[in-house]
């Protein structure tokens, strides 16, 4: 078989039909691994079975289109009438094009060129070689491993092991995993500091009104002008005198707000003003940073889900509460695409929030992109700050 010119000008298409798609913002942090199953539909030119083989990828995310690869080939093709086989060994340079980043299952374009030593027992020669294909991959871990598969057209340049032929023209069919290593990662755990901001948002609830704020509060459901301790919970009697009983001192709270001054940092805070557990003021900005996304995508992470059930507790018994909720990005990539996605990653958030029963018109979803970062973008490290949720408290 010559130059599968059908196949190469499928793939041709496919490169060209996308190349106008969106630029994605999120760069990748560290370098990956990917290794694969391949099954090679072999040249029949090549008198030899079909068969199985493997690539061991290195690669990494240079800019907002493109990933680089070094793949190493191997696989063995048994010869179909004769005894002896094709022992292939390949190194090739790829290129990966996405053609979205943003979605959650990416589709991606790929060319490259590299060397195939053949040995068949009578001949061992080395040869370029090219491919190209297309292929996708999905996130399927929160530390960014994806699951990929591609199909490749192979183009051999042996021209000594058959000497009717000058290449052989194979496809291979690819299965595996691309994980990253050696970088920072983004992470989904909240760090202490922003559970103490989402703690300051949910504790201030007392949905018993015993004066001991629910986070606090492991009676939840005392009746209504019962005498409570610290812990929320009934105050104990003594037994001694059936005919008189004596209830345990009550902890003061000066400024009514809810935290007991023996807790208290803050014991002159005005009336009606929300507290955190620290009995001071609830700061109007604060950052979510347990609230992440999969990678490219405003499809929220399951752990980011977890932080906003608490959010939505809030929100919910707090009615008259007006929040903001800001989405913002690192500066890579184009400066519109980042106002897109960061306005998607608020309206995500406030989408989930409304399953889960809060009123639509107490939040506003907003993006602004790369403005306000709180880190250098100069490092791997700023940019994940930079990229991130807040809220803000209106009112």
């Known amino acids: 078989m010559k130059k599968n010119i059908l196949g190469m000008s499928i793939v041709s298409v496919l490169i060209a039909g996308q190349s106008t798609a969106l630029k994605a913002v999120e760069e990748v942090d560290s370098w990956y691994v990917s290794p694969m199953l391949s099954f090679i539909k072999a040249d029949s030119d090549r008198q030899s079975d079909d068969d199985i083989g493997l690539m061991l990828g290195i690669g990494k995310q240079v800019n907002d289109n493109w990933n680089l690869e070094v793949n190493a080939v191997i696989d063995n093709l048994e010869f179909e009438t004769l005894s002896g086989e094709y022992?292939?060994?390949?190194?090739?340079?790829?290129?990966?094009?996405?053609?979205?980043?943003?979605?959650?299952?990416?589709?991606?374009?790929?060319?490259?060129?590299?060397?195939?030593?053949?040995?068949?027992?009578?001949?061992?020669?080395?040869n370029p070689m090219i491919n190209i294909g297309v292929g996708i991959m999905q996130e399927v871990s929160d530390s960014g491993?994806?699951?990929?598969?591609?199909?490749?057209?192979?183009?051999?340049?042996?021209?000594?092991?058959?000497?009717?032929?000058?290449?052989?023209?194979?496809?291979?069919?690819?299965?595996?995993?691309?994980?990253?290593?050696?970088?920072?990662?983004?992470?989904?755990?909240?760090?202490?500091?922003?559970?103490?901001?989402?703690?300051?948002?949910?504790?201030?609830?007392?949905?018993?009104?015993?004066?001991?704020?629910?986070?606090?509060?492991?009676?939840?459901?005392?009746?209504?002008?019962?005498?409570?301790?610290?812990?929320?919970?009934?105050?104990?009697?003594?037994?001694?005198?059936?005919?008189?009983?004596?209830?345990?001192?009550?902890?003061?709270?000066?400024d009514?707000?809810?935290?007991?001054?023996?807790?208290?940092?803050?014991?002159?805070?005005?009336?009606?003003?929300?507290?955190?557990?620290?009995?001071?003021?609830?700061?109007?900005?604060?950052?979510?940073?347990?609230?992440?996304?999969?990678?490219?995508?405003?499809?929220?992470?399951?752990?980011?889900?977890?932080?906003?059930?608490?959010v939505a507790i809030v929100l919910n018994k707090n009615k008259e509460l007006e929040i903001e909720l800001a989405g913002y990005t690192d500066n890579r990539g184009n400066p519109k695409f980042n106002d897109e996605l960061s306005k998607l990653r608020a309206e995500s958030v406030k989408s989930y929030l409304v399953s889960k029963g809060v009123t639509a018109q107490q939040m506003h979803a907003k993006g602004y992109g790369d403005d306000n970062p709180v880190d250098n973008n100069e490092t791997v490290e700023g940019r994940s700050n930079n990229r991130r949720v807040e809220i803000h408290l209106l009112n």
Request: hydrophobic content about 35%; some cysteine.
């Open 256 to 310: 009514n707000d809810g935290v007991v001054d023996s807790l208290d940092e803050c014991k002159s805070t005005e009336a009606g003003v929300i507290v955190d557990l620290k009995g001071c003021k609830l700061s109007k900005s604060f950052v979510l940073k347990g609230v992440s996304f999969l990678t490219s995508s405003d499809q929220l992470t399951e752990e980011s889900k977890k932080i906003l059930n608490d």
């Open 87 to 126: 022992k292939q060994r390949g190194l090739m340079l790829d290129g990966l094009y996405f053609f979205d980043r943003r979605t959650v299952m990416q589709t991606y374009a790929i060319i490259g060129a590299g060397v195939m030593s053949t040995d068949t027992g009578v001949n061992d020669i080395t």
């Open 145 to 254: 491993m994806k699951f990929r598969a591609d199909i490749r057209y192979r183009m051999d340049m042996d021209d000594e092991s058959i000497s009717t032929e000058d290449e052989f023209n194979d496809f291979m069919f690819n299965v595996g995993l691309s994980i990253p290593f050696g970088g920072k990662q983004q992470s989904n755990r909240i760090e202490s500091s922003s559970m103490k901001q989402v703690a300051a948002v949910v504790e201030f609830n007392d949905i018993d009104a015993d004066g001991v704020m629910d986070a606090r509060d492991n009676c939840s459901n005392t009746p209504k002008g019962v005498s409570v301790d610290s812990n929320g919970c009934e105050l104990a009697t003594t037994s001694k005198d059936s005919s008189q009983t004596k209830l345990v001192a009550i902890e003061k709270d000066s």
